[in-house]
């Protein structure tokens, strides 16, 4: 099953259960608020100048792309735009969305043309799927992470975001959440190839 291992993330306290599948290593962390957390992780391939592909993953445009209609019918605010504050570690982005609410999202690495991450910091209030407060309900989306791998004229830009499920509905909620937000990724990364090609 795994080892347990406990220690301090961000000053919480983090406790996880290792495991190994197919020679990569896997976690299943539970916080002290209850919460399972999990990442997921997307990737595409890009034909264009990574310099171009990496400031459309740090200051991203993409109010002109229609978003998918189950987006619509779960009522899952679509993304406008994300502008950097501030660069460098610890600065800071501001993501908004056609709900005129706001992810202040503050950079947990910032290594130009290698890997960007973050804290995506949702306003109170910032509701998914009609009642999911992701500031502090049920389900939340602490951070995600783009990192870029260039061979030749083509970029590999994969997408990794961490989520985490109270553990009492996590049986329920994790597979839909897996192939929403999977869907979601597949959106954003279709929208900065289209915007980097």
């Known amino acids: 099953?795994?080892?347990?291992?406990?220690?301090?993330?961000?000053?919480?306290?983090?406790?996880y259960r290792e495991r190994t599948?197919?020679?990569?290593?896997?976690?299943?962390l539970i916080n002290k608020s209850n919460h399972i957390i999990k990442t997921i992780d997307s990737q595409i391939e890009i034909s264009g100048n990574p310099e171009i592909i990496w400031d459309n993953i740090t200051n991203v445009r993409i109010e002109k792309f229609s978003d998918p209609i189950i987006f619509k019918i779960l009522d899952i605010p679509k993304p406008l735009r994300a502008e950097i504050v501030s660069e460098g570690k610890g600065g800071k982005r501001i993501a908004y969305f056609d709900s005129g609410k706001r992810f202040m999202q503050e950079i947990l690495v910032w290594k130009p043309l290698i890997e960007y991450s973050f804290s995506f910091n949702p306003e109170k209030g910032f509701r998914v799927c009609y009642f999911f407060e992701l500031s502090e309900?049920?389900?939340?989306?602490?951070?995600?992470?783009?990192?870029?791998?260039?061979?030749?004229?083509?970029?590999?830009?994969?997408?990794?975001?961490?989520?985490?499920?109270?553990?009492?509905?996590?049986?329920?909620?994790?597979?839909?959440?897996?192939i929403i937000l999977k869907a979601f990724q597949r959106y954003l990364l279709v929208s900065i190839k289209k915007n980097s090609e």
């Open 21 to 28: 599948i197919f020679k990569k290593k896997k976690y299943s």
């Open 137 to 178: 309900g049920v389900f939340r989306i602490p951070s995600g992470a783009y990192f870029l791998n260039i061979e030749g004229q083509i970029t590999t830009l994969k997408l990794s975001t961490t989520y985490s499920i109270d553990k009492r509905l996590y049986l329920l909620f994790n597979i839909p959440v897996r």
């Open 1 to 15: 099953m795994g080892e347990l291992v406990a220690g301090w993330k961000g000053g919480m306290l983090i406790i």
